[in-house]
């Protein structure tokens, strides 16, 4: 990331863009905006920011669209604006990849704060060995399509991957070889829902062996290091 963030705002209400562009504009970062995710789109043929701040309620194509979009040929950090305080918008976000969400209204320091909190842990997490865009990976005796989230094995049966299970099975593909910690790995597939849903990395790892190892038991394929985390070290062949 460049030493001064690019922040993109994507918001159909012009008084707020201008609002929240003006105050992160005062805090040193660099900002563009857009009234939509066409807008945002053309904004990206000139350079992907380091972080965009989503407004989900637009007309037309509304936020969620573009964060899953977004999702399939980027990593770029998302919070997402919502004025649903019910919580359905937040976890439909948060289940498409988005990094974190705030309530409308809002104060632009907790924005603010939300913001450096989430660059802080995208600057924490570890370098990725080249971002795995081919659509099939293949690992031990699997074949993952990660464009239809689907698994299978030498003999051809499919097996069914929860969301969860998929992130983490992505996750580790992505970085081969590395011990991710816990927090790490919650960043690198939940972020901000990991306060959504009771669900640890330990179980999650659990119900996952037990779809991809021979042994769950002895697991060979995801190790576990005690006080460190897990790391996944069967080779991996993307196309």
Not at 12 to 29: A, N, S
Not at 36 to 46: D, M, N, Q, T, Y
Not at 131 to 138: E, F, L, N, V, Y
Not at 221 to 233: C, D, E, N, R
Request: glycine letters at 8%; proline letters at 5%.
């Amino acid at each position: 990331m460049q030493s001064t963030p690019h922040i993109a705002v994507v918001d159909d209400h012009r008084d707020i863009r201008d609002l929240v562009g003006k105050y992160l504009t005062q805090q040193g970062y660099r900002v563009s905006l857009a009234e939509s995710g066409e807008a945002l789109r053309r904004l990206l043929e000139k350079g992907a920011p380091d972080l965009v701040v989503l407004d989900i309620m637009m007309p037309g194509e509304d936020g969620l669209t573009v964060c899953r979009q977004l999702r399939t040929t980027t990593e770029l950090p998302v919070i997402f604006l919502t004025a649903m305080a019910d919580g359905t918008d937040r976890i439909v976000g948060l289940e498409l990849g988005a990094d974190d969400y705030i309530t409308k209204p809002f104060n632009p320091r907790e924005l603010l704060a939300r913001i450096r909190a989430v660059l802080r842990r995208v600057n924490s997490l570890p370098p990725q060995r080249g971002r795995i865009k081919a659509k099939t990976i293949r690992f031990d005796i699997w074949e993952l399509d990660t464009g239809r989230r689907e698994l299978v094995g030498r003999d051809g049966v499919s097996v069914a991957l929860s969301t969860a299970e998929f992130r983490l099975l992505n996750a580790f593909l992505e970085h081969p070889g590395l011990v991710l910690s816990r927090d790490q790995l919650l960043d690198l597939t939940a972020g901000r829902a990991a306060e959504s849903f009771d669900r640890s990395i330990d179980n999650q790892v659990s119900r996952l062996r037990k779809k991809i190892e021979s042994d769950p038991k002895n697991p060979s394929l995801i190790k576990t290091h005690w006080g460190g985390g897990y790391s996944f070290v069967a080779e991996v062949e993307a196309y």
